[in-house]
């Protein structure tokens, strides 16, 4: 597997690892508290959830939610618009991992050094580039989960402080 991407399962590993801790014992209420203008635990889990199936269809790999809509990045949180329970989130988060790992190792270096299918925020327009985003997005987000979650009074994600 290509050096980037293996890093990038890494990453992937750990943030399903980090969410499922995040979640433990967070009452649905609580998933959607939040402070300020900040979004709730329940909305940014769903919103990596989706965009870690929006990575597996633009590999063609093909994965749609069918709750994937409230979670898109243009959308305002909304406990009102129904949607998934906390654990089907987690889960569905995790079972995109072995069909991302799989369909990682059969990507060659010219589909990686292709131009991605889409614009990102980042200088490297490839498809490992967009990988890489993603990866990043993920980690990006847990760290918005960890901080609400310190904020409700609960213990850290990482070391359990």
């Known amino acids: 597997m290509d050096p980037v991407l293996a890093v990038c399962v890494n990453m992937m590993g750990t943030n399903e ?5 995040a979640l433990e014992g967070l009452s649905v209420e609580d998933a959607w508290k939040h402070p300020g ?3 709730p635990i329940y909305w940014i889990a769903g919103h990596v959830t989706i965009y870690r199936h929006s990575l597996l269809a633009a590999l063609g790999a093909g994965s749609e939610l ?3 809509a409230p979670f898109k990045r243009t959308m305002q949180p909304d406990p009102s618009a129904g949607g998934p329970a906390l654990a089907e989130i987690s889960s569905s988060l995790s079972s995109a991992a072995p069909r991302l790992a799989a369909r990682f190792a059969e990507l060659s270096d010219a ?3 292709a131009e ?6 980042t200088p490297d327009r490839t ?7 993603f990866a990043y997005h993920e980690s990006y987000h847990l760290g918005q989960i960890a901080l609400v979650r ?12």
């Open 127 to 133: 498809l490992r580039g967009m990988i890489a985003f």
């Open 37 to 39: 203008d900040a979004n």
């Open 116 to 121: 991605a299918p889409f614009k990102l925020p």
């Open 17 to 21: 690892h980090l969410l499922g801790k």
């Open 150 to 161: 310190k904020w409700l009074g609960g213990p850290g994600i990482v070391d359990g402080q």
């Open 66 to 68: 069918p709750w994937a």
């Open 111 to 113: 589909d990686l050094a």
